[in-house]
């Protein structure tokens, strides 16, 4: 059952870069809402914001030995993106594996389960997103997979995908929407421009997106307090 | 049953002002440790500290049409403090609401859910306790009420009612009750600062606080280790 | 049941202070995968690296007054290890205490349950792992005790026992095996150097550690992708 | 800060005791999605269903002397309703406590923590819904309140509030609406239970209650699938 | 990004109907430990074993409004099965949706968030594995999607796919390899019929399965206890 | 690292047998509340009570390799004890090796993982004490060590110690202080029925045990209610 996909199609690089310009948030919003991974993943260290094709990895429990085997099938733009087949805290990813990948120029790391040397990585500026941190080690004993469909906290996940990765968590963009949700995110984000000025100048989102009428017919009441 | 108060009565100025520099610990051991929020409230940066009085919301889950409703209702001093009606892992709030928290002079948020746009809430210094980072969006379908007494990360929390809240996490003074907590708050720091000065000197809680006897009168039993 | 063991045996200084060059994850490993304790322990900022002799600590839920007994049986170079006979959220232990701690010579404190005063600690430059960040407050009613052997974060720990900390987590090490455990540590330290150049240039550890017959053997299959 | 309330207002009888027909769901629903406590509350066997009165008690973590003290305050018709003031896995209640309680006509307990002699509890048909099941001993050492308002579980409760448990969970009536929701829970069991006959006819709650309309306003859209 | 996909195309009913015999367990073995979704999901009651073709449905945090859509596309042997795009703890599902459900012909729920009314579920037979028994309410605002692609509980679900539940938990079978898949799981279970005899007249599985060679290889080393 | 111990001193037949009629909590109470396991371990079925002998199991996350070689040096009257050495969720444990087990006289299983085949389990009549159920498998690669001390959701427990549970969890007691322990969980008993009977009549605990004076002492505080 175990099987290395060779040369995945990829994204388009220039479409894949310039998403390292929008936020997770902004992207997840602008596909409708979708994508996001679940919040357990957390950066390593604050301030990283990348964006990449995913190489995915299907892993044992426990068991890293397919990260090794995933190294050699990453390339420049690369982001690695790992999952257990069930639950586990293992730390199945280090400085070790961090300098391979960034000798090939993979972005970062991103994996449902835990991470370790830390404060190695963050020293390298190599951005992990992780379940947990844990030193806990990892045998080589049994066989997964590379390039396969997966699902990584609880999004599905294809080899060749978009993943876009900032402080506020993941989201992954199928590969075939990429240049579309691309331009999605920048319209988002110049309407958030403008809105931002309006709301810093003390205008208020009630009047700006009109949302008084609505309220209204939603039944809302205003009343003031008793003992005012 | 949604409802907007306005102008609840709040906690007076100059009391909220002087608890900026109490910590959330003192002043929940000050109360005869009682207000505590939950620990799942973490902020979502470093070294912020603030006191300010709270402006109530209650939230349906995923839904952050409220918080909107509420900006109207804040002021200058105010602190925004949201609970959704079940257990929610969304992201209710970023910089946008934020920049317009902001523009009313409100010190931060407490969230018992998600918040998101971590990375640019840090570059504003707008500080935020929350349940945890995520993305993920929310609808503006459902009414909820503002400045209602609400439930929030396990303590009761009216409007107008004192929050104070730093890197330990987050604490709430009934408005009625400030400025005497405020003074045992303050006695209780001057005591902290005369023992760790006889700490630091290398004296110990048993001498100084008297514990000897009453270790003793439990039962404590002091051995040498067989191996000595 | 209650008892204070005093001067337990310790394990030998310089071994010890060694430990303090080599990462939580290497001493895990060169054991043979052991000794690490539960990922729930997490250093309250972010940097620090200390090895030391474990004081151990059995303590009731929510009552802290062991901890006061502790800290006169320890001297320079412990670490104070503490376990609740029960999970327990509450905030043991802050700045007071830590500096009665710090006056002594300890180096830091492993904690399964709550710290406060997190802000003043990570100033004080005393670092500490603990379950959880919470401003609780504890009552000082039931003993414990003091230098027995304990499970903290689900391992067993002796007095005297080898304490080593940093980002990554919390590792014991028996105080009879410690100077094997620091050579096979050190070892390992060199071997993991010389495989960082190799991977630094680019090689794959499919070739530097000969993966690939085994690989092999347990039926990888390589596949170019159909869409290529 | 330690408080007995002797005689709270409860209730009255007649509507209390005719909740024990209203399912859990029927009362937070009937009264707008409120008042439903976390789901963490289980009860420690299936098929109880009772409604009564609350006598609240706040227990310190891991302490159960309080719960000896409300016994003397419960009446027949009451349930018990505990909550530690920190997050605990103590087993604070077993058969000895529900034996005092049923000898004075009290229907249950909710507690927000652990319960202990399930065996026993289940043979005597006292039920319970706890936050887990424990065995973990607790001690009688600190102070804690009854019939003092609480929250328990997410809910603000008062002494004399009407509380409801069956399999679903745990749901508190305000003591003032108790007679309202009531009859709002009649109304809607009603209307169930006609629907409930025009489902196992086959009919469809699209068509029965209306939504085709907005459904198609909001934008769904029907397609075949294309493999048909 | 609303839809609903009528008549997909469904597993054969013939297999389907047969892995009803199938432990979850050993089907999941039988696909090479593939297809179990999270262990969270747990039965609403014990024994109840089913197995149906996935009518699948994507919903809003505490939204059931696309429940009652899907209830129009199931047929006789379909499993509903339900994954909310965020966490929640919400009770989407209890009674009047179960009788249209059972209406139908459909055979039970798999739902990776809340059901309630779970003493009536029990009383009619209509089994579910949910991630919580949960009495909270939803609302009927906004739209998900009925026969599209989802991950539930961990694991990627298409429409027609093959799903197996029993007090183990869920599997689910891709709809095209569902009758080798089915095969595979028969053997296993003769294979295991063998094996059990073995077990029963005392035989070890380290000669039945021819273990100890291997197990020597490997290091295994057998000492007498010293005190013996 | 991995060794099997044969033949540990267990404890005495006849005193492991008349723990059988003590009770969990009893036991953990009559032993100053210790030796408990964490109450994430939960029976698989109501109604079991054993007591038996430990043979202690060291198992590799994911990997039930070492149950099958501990089978062998089980006897009648042991329970068997399984730990991994990182959390795991997986299903190591079903009805062969109960069936195997069963056969050599064991009486049940106590395990901080996941158990499957739970319905064939139930019917078999062999008690589980697991942290989850899980139908995830496992595999044969890496071994462990049985009959060595390990740490069990939270408890250091020895081969030859006893082990007690029930509904209410598990508690390992020290196999040379079995008599001891025993002796006074019988008197415990004793004590409880005495008082079970008194209170059953009505009196309270507050006059039975004296509790009154030590009340006033700490300052407890009677008030009517204003509203009476």
Not at 70 to 83: H, I, M, N
Not at 148 to 175: K, M, S
Request: charged fraction near 25%; glycine fraction near 8%; aromatic fraction near 4%.
């Amino acid at each position: 059952m175990s099987v290395v996909v060779r040369n995945p199609p990829r994204a388009e690089h220039a479409v894949v870069d310039a998403f390292a310009e929008c936020g997770v948030a902004t992207v997840h919003e602008a596909q409708g809402r979708t994508g996001l991974l679940a919040p357990r993943l957390r950066p390593i260290y604050a301030g990283a914001h990348i964006s990449g094709t995913a190489v995915t990895v299907s892993v044992p429990p426990g068991d890293n030995w397919m990260i090794h085997v995933a190294v050699e099938q990453c390339r420049d733009g690369d982001v690695l993106v790992v999952a257990p087949t069930s639950r586990s805290e293992a730390g199945y990813f280090g400085e070790l594996l961090a300098t391979a990948l960034a000798a090939r120029g993979v972005r970062g790391l991103v994996i449902d389960a835990g991470c370790r040397d830390v404060a190695e990585l963050t020293r390298m500026g190599f951005p992990v997103w992780a379940a947990c941190v844990s030193a806990m080690g990892t045998v080589k004993e049994t066989l997964g997979s590379v390039n396969v469909p997966i699902v990584c906290a609880g999004q599905y996940i294809e080899p060749g995908d978009v993943v876009v990765a900032d402080d506020d968590g993941v989201v992954v963009v199928r590969r075939t929407e990429a240049a579309q949700v691309l331009a999605a995110s920048r319209s988002r984000d110049e309407r958030e421009r403008a809105l931002r000025t309006r709301y810093a100048n003390g205008e208020l989102s009630l009047d700006v997106s009109d949302m008084r009428d609505r309220l209204a017919q939603q039944g809302i009441r205003y009343v003031d307090h008793p003992d005012q």
